[in-house]
């Protein structure tokens, strides 16, 4: 079956900047759009960005847009979370899913398979 692993998280200050990594294995026959969500403490879990197979296609929660990239080489099986210019706010657990749905990619409902997320905190 299909297993997600994200890598990158830790510590940092704000303004900093860090790269999510998320390896996808199991399956190497099925087109998956990927996408990440996080989830802060007394928060739900929350959209952040997902991206279509092909990587032609993403879709950034509007806060986020401008400062997290994200991006997928298929040849290593990889998805990445590049975040730039981090801010505490943006402290949370950091997870990244896989779907063969193409469609309502900002919804949880969509993914199939989930990571078991990295941790992201941003001091002040």
């Known amino acids: 079956q299909v297993q997600l692993v994200e890598s990158g998280g830790g510590s940092v200050q704000a303004g900093d900047s860090l790269r999510l990594s998320c390896v996808i294995s199991?399956?190497?026959?099925?087109?998956?759009?990927m996408g990440w969500f996080r989830q802060a403490p007394g928060k739900e879990r929350e959209f952040v960005v997902a991206?279509?197979?092909?990587?032609?296609?993403?879709s950034y929660a509007d806060s986020l847009k401008g400062r997290f990239t994200i991006s997928r080489d298929n040849t290593k099986n990889t998805m990445y979370l590049q975040m730039n210019s981090l801010k505490p706010e943006d402290t949370a657990v950091y997870s990244c899913?896989?779907?063969?749905?193409?469609?309502?990619?900002?919804?949880?409902?969509?993914?199939?398979?989930w990571g078991q997320g990295t941790q992201v905190t941003v001091s002040s």
């Open positions: 991206i279509s197979w092909s990587g032609g296609r993403t």
């Open positions: 199991g399956d190497t026959f099925s087109y998956y759009s």
């Open positions: 899913a896989a779907t063969t749905k193409v469609r309502e990619l900002d919804k949880i409902y969509s993914y199939h398979y």
